[in-house]
């Protein structure tokens, strides 16, 4: 019988079937959401299954409102290299945590250095269970950066199994544009990527024959675009206010989707053969992030209410984090990657149908043509 602690204050003792939580009458978890078992009695933790809390009160005693969740079973990673963009807090934070604990390389790609290593040495007090996090400078606020960091990456390592697309702007705005006429929104949130990627293409082909992964979170049902063949087309900006933030924001992740179509087409028609790459779009659901919370501060006077109330329906960021970690290591994906090449998947797993613009062949080849063009006249 080994001691679990259950984030953030609780603590039972638990055989291989049953739990208790200590705690004292009336008590209740809040946030609720899903949390995780950790197993203490060596010196490293050791993971068990995720758990649904809801915010009831509890009595000392048998917890009454708990459904289990386990981990989706995931490859074994050591030797494997990755690379998350955003990871330093988050969903991406999770996401880094996941794949490490499988024993992963993985480099968390960030613009600030001071806020990475300080979320690497979280990580580490953690407990890491073999695996390793680096820090890698990416600013996605210039694609020029991109590419510089991708060059950088391509001198340290020699392959890489995983890229994992997670770095976005978030809510409110007003969000901005540069010099170069690129929206700052959709820069971090899709160019920027498009632009790594390309940069990466040596490393991710000479890996291509072990397991790999391009993803990206989607929210993309909430506009609708008629053409992407221009700079500005691609850089829009909806303007001020919630509904337009939200706008910019989904059409940033439409631009997203339209891309992981794309390359997993050309992946799959490459010459003389195809690169065996998957690629998977991922809505992780709605998560109890700083960035979905921000949102909240965009309302005068209900924000803080609706941010409480709406707090209680959110996920927790771990269960996100566990979705785009079935999709980059998931062993289901590598048994069946019939099913979910170019997949849109949506929680938990689900393989889904994203909108009728998302599977627009004539927008995302607009959009490839547009990007190179863009990316080219920076050089």
Known sequence: MGQRTLFPAFTCDADAATCTIIAPPNSFIYPPGWYQLFILDGPTPSQSAWVRIGGDPAAIGNWPNVTGFHLPDLLDLHDKVVLVTGGARGLGYYVIQILARQGAKVYMAARDEGRAQTAIKQLEAEGLAGGSVHWLKLDMLDPRNAVSAAKEFMDKEQRLDILVNNASMGFPGPYVKNADGLLDITTVGYTSHFALVQALLPVLEKTAREPGSDMTSML???????????????????????????????????????????????????????????????????????GAFSTFTLIPYLGGLLKLLLGWTFSAPQVGAMEIAFAAAGKAVKEDKQKYAGAYLMPVGKVSEPSPEAKDERLRKELWETSEKILAGLR
């Not at 700079?231 to 919630?242: F, K, M, R, V, W």
């Not at 989904?250 to 087409?265: N, P, W």
């Open 220 to 290: 993309h049902a909430n506009v609708k675009r008629e053409s992407l063949a221009s700079s500005e087309a691609l850089n829009i900006d909806y303007g001020p206010g919630i509904q337009n933030s939200i706008r910019n924001y989904a059409h940033g992740k439409l631009l997203a989707l339209l891309h992981a179509k794309e390359l997993q087409q050309r992946f799959d028609t490459a010459q003389p053969t195809p690169i065996p790459i998957t690629c998977i779009a991922v809505h992780p659901g709605a998560n109890r992030t700083d």
